[in-house]
């Protein structure tokens, strides 16, 4: 195995000794050879360290054990111990094509304009599938940074459909914060915006098990639910810190009022308490008001304004119980 792989495979692990050994066969099986993978073990209680014992047998595999510190933790471990020139995080209960690597790597070789690939993915349930593929193309990494913020789409936001030039995280020391669930909604943000251009693949790479999820048995709907919310509105605030150019707080306003409405939404469908359907309309409605010149506040968020300016926003509560039993 080389002292410097062109890719290394981050693999943080917590208590997955059912799922582990298949998604580390994932990696090893791929097309693109030269890489090495990175595991990081979390504190696991399990029988993990003794699956990535026996795979480390395997020269291209080295591993790490902390003491259990969370996921951002060792996102940020795997980051110091890589010796790629690229990398990418593969969570430890899902699976990866055989060309996953080759296909995110290529453009990432061929073009040094390309700094982040972005692939498609399976989202793999016990009886059914949902399938995301992005459309192909190149964007600006501000372009990019205005889409996430904006539309917020998972394909954007998500860390593990991705490959990434290594130096986008050191040069301007990007890591993932300790403690946070929803760590991607407060870092992919960042690279896109160090990145000069980002290419999406209309491939479908990636195999996202959600029967697997660790994290997601672990808390009920509404603490899932909240959690999620929570992190958006911290991502609009953080982005406008951080971005600090009188174009991105003009977007970051705009992903802030879309954090209200998410909550606002919530509320309707009951995933949330009602409490927080009075104190998020008033904050939107508050939003709206000062951005109402704003260039990036879209045609929908005009319309949303309108119906939820009415007395206790009943036409904006008619509107969405229709529309969101439609998604």
Same mark, same amino acid.
């Given at each position: 195995?080389?002292?410097?792989?062109?890719?290394?495979?981050?693999? @943080?692990?917590?208590?997955?000794? +059912?799922?582990?050994?298949?998604?580390?066969?994932?990696?090893?099986?791929?097309?693109?050879?030269?890489?090495?993978?990175?595991?990081?073990?979390?504190?696991?209680?399990?029988?993990?360290? !003794?699956?990535?014992?026996?795979?480390?047998?395997? @020269?291209?595999?080295?591993? /790490?054990?902390?003491?259990? *510190?969370?996921?951002?933790?060792?996102?940020?471990?795997?980051?110091?111990?890589?010796?790629?020139?690229?990398?990418?995080?593969?969570?430890?209960?899902?699976?990866?094509?055989?060309?996953?690597?080759?296909?995110?790597?290529? @453009? &990432?070789?061929?073009?040094?304009?390309?700094?982040?690939?972005?692939?498609?993915?399976?989202?793999?349930?016990?009886?059914? *599938?949902? /399938? /995301?593929?992005?459309?192909?193309?190149?964007?600006?990494?501000?372009?990019?940074?205005?889409?996430?913020?904006?539309?917020?789409?998972?394909?954007?936001?998500?860390?593990?459909?991705?490959?990434?030039? +290594?130096?986008?995280?050191?040069?301007? /020391?990007?890591?993932?914060?300790?403690?946070?669930?929803?760590?991607?909604?407060?870092?992919?943000?960042?690279?896109?915006?160090?990145?000069?251009?980002?290419?999406?693949?209309? !491939?479908?790479?990636?195999?996202?098990?959600?029967?697997? *999820?660790?994290?997601? +048995?672990?808390?009920?709907?509404?603490?899932?639910?909240?959690?999620?919310?929570?992190?958006?509105?911290?991502?609009?605030? !953080?982005?406008?810190?951080? &971005?600090?150019?009188?174009?991105?707080?003009?977007?970051?306003?705009?992903?802030?009022?879309?954090?209200?409405?998410?909550?606002?939404?919530?509320?309707?469908?009951?995933?949330?308490?009602?409490?927080?359907?009075?104190?998020?309309?008033?904050?939107?409605?508050?939003?709206?008001?000062?951005?109402? +010149?704003?260039?990036?506040?879209?045609?929908?968020?005009?319309?949303?304004?309108?119906?939820?300016?009415? @007395?206790?926003?009943?036409?904006?509560?008619?509107?969405?119980?229709?529309?969101?039993?439609?998604?």
């Amino acid at each position: 195995m080389s002292k410097h792989p062109t890719v290394s495979v981050i693999v @943080p692990a917590y208590n997955v000794e +059912k799922y582990l050994a298949p998604c580390l066969d994932s990696i090893l099986n791929q097309t693109f050879s030269d890489f090495e993978i990175v595991i990081i073990d979390d504190g696991s209680t399990d029988r993990t360290p !003794e699956v990535i014992s026996k795979y480390s047998l395997d @020269p291209r595999i080295r591993s /790490h054990t902390q003491q259990n *510190s969370g996921i951002s933790v060792a996102r940020n471990q795997g980051l110091k111990m890589s010796r790629g020139q690229y990398l990418c995080y593969i969570d430890s209960d899902d699976l990866i094509a055989k060309d996953y690597l080759e296909k995110l790597i290529t @453009p &990432l070789l061929q073009n040094p304009e390309i700094d982040i690939t972005v692939c498609g993915y399976q989202e793999v349930y016990q009886t059914h *599938s949902f /399938h /995301h593929i992005p459309t192909p193309k190149i964007s600006s990494g501000m372009q990019a940074t205005q889409d996430f913020l904006i539309k917020q789409q998972d394909l954007d936001i998500l860390i593990w459909n991705k490959m990434y030039r +290594k130096n986008l995280f050191t040069d301007n /020391h990007i890591l993932y914060p300790a403690g946070q669930i929803h760590e991607d909604n407060l870092t992919t943000y960042k690279l896109f915006f160090a990145a000069k251009n980002i290419q999406y693949l209309a !491939e479908e790479l990636y195999f996202y098990q959600r029967r697997n *999820s660790y994290i997601t +048995k672990n808390f009920t709907s509404t603490e899932k639910t909240l959690t999620r919310l929570k992190s958006k509105e911290q991502m609009a605030k !953080e982005a406008k810190t951080y &971005l600090r150019t009188p174009e991105s707080k003009l977007i970051c306003n705009v992903s802030l009022i879309l954090a209200y409405f998410a909550y606002i939404d919530n509320a309707i469908t009951c995933h949330i308490d009602q409490k927080y359907y009075q104190e998020y309309r008033e904050k939107a409605l508050r939003a709206l008001m000062i951005n109402r +010149k704003n260039p990036y506040l879209t045609q929908k968020l005009r319309l949303y304004s309108v119906l939820l300016s009415t @007395p206790k926003g009943f036409l904006y509560r008619i509107f969405r119980k229709i529309t969101l039993k439609q998604v």
